[in-house]
């Protein structure tokens, strides 16, 4: 009914019988060498990372030749693993060495993983540090991070009013998460003195680019909130535009 089994497949069975002719056992140790192999190879294969390809070897060139823009990009692909091995160590050398020309995403970059402690020993005083010359040159990522740093007193002395000021930068220039702390900053009174319908108006700006939590915060505010306030709040964050990434005061907020 089942059909015949091809007579190589009776082998296995035959050997663990102890009946198997000589040269199916040979044939079978061969077999399993040869799959054992592949297998080996296989692995060698997944682990070996690529050899760069012409336009690597000519960017990494770049980056050694001191082109800052190269040093970033080569910090990318180390980080992340692209066209070279995965390796942070590296990632954070060209970082270090574009951050040091002044390049704000290097020095954003450089900053996470100081934050991190990926290839670098773990520094909140040296990731504060780049992060704030990266937000001083209008980079909205690194505005939001060093606004979060300030919040929560990590490398920096907690400061309210530092945090503020950088979650309105970088909410300023459309970032959504900045948007909605800042509207928690207003809501809360942190560093600042409490406004709903300032709130209220990043909170409607951040649900206008998908932020739930800002979305269902609206909700609750408008339960409380007079009609003029939220026409008002409405009409602002309709007229919203983000602003141009410009480099922004280096000088501390006044107190």
């Not at 199916?24 to 592949?38: D, E, N």
């Not at 990926?118 to 606004?147: C, H, Y």
């Not at 480099?247 to 907020?253: G, N």
Request: glycine share 8%; proline share 5%.
């Amino acid at each position: 009914m089942w059909g015949k089994a091809p007579l190589d497949r009776a082998a296995p069975w035959g050997v663990m019988c102890g009946i198997a002719p000589h040269h199916h056992v040979r044939a079978m140790i061969l077999r399993t060498l040869f799959f054992l192999i592949v297998a080996l190879l296989c692995q060698l294969h997944a682990q070996t990372p690529p050899a760069p390809t012409k336009e690597i070897t000519d960017l990494l060139a770049k980056a050694e030749a001191g082109q800052a823009e190269a040093q970033t990009i080569a910090g990318v692909l180390y980080e992340i693993g692209r066209g070279v091995a995965k390796d942070d160590t590296q990632a954070a050398k060209w970082y270090r060495k574009a951050a040091d020309q002044g390049v704000a995403e290097a020095q954003f970059n450089l900053a996470l993983l100081c934050k991190s402690g990926r290839g670098v020993p773990k520094d909140l005083a040296e990731a504060s540090s780049w992060m704030s010359k990266s937000a001083a040159q209008g980079n909205a990522k690194a505005q939001f991070n060093i606004g979060v740093m300030y919040e929560k007193g990590e490398g920096v002395a907690k400061s309210d009013v530092e945090a503020i000021r950088w979650f309105t930068s970088a909410a300023e220039q459309g970032d959504a998460t900045a948007q909605v702390n800042l509207g928690f900053m207003y809501a809360n009174g942190q560093g600042v003195k409490r406004n709903d319908v300032e709130a209220y108006k990043w909170w409607l700006i951040a649900a206008a680019q998908g932020q739930q939590d800002a979305k269902k915060n609206c909700e609750i505010l408008e339960r409380n909130l007079k009609s003029p306030q939220m026409l008002g709040a409405q009409l602002a964050a309709r007229n919203f535009k983000p602003r141009k990434m410009q480099p922004a005061t280096t000088q501390p907020a006044p107190r």
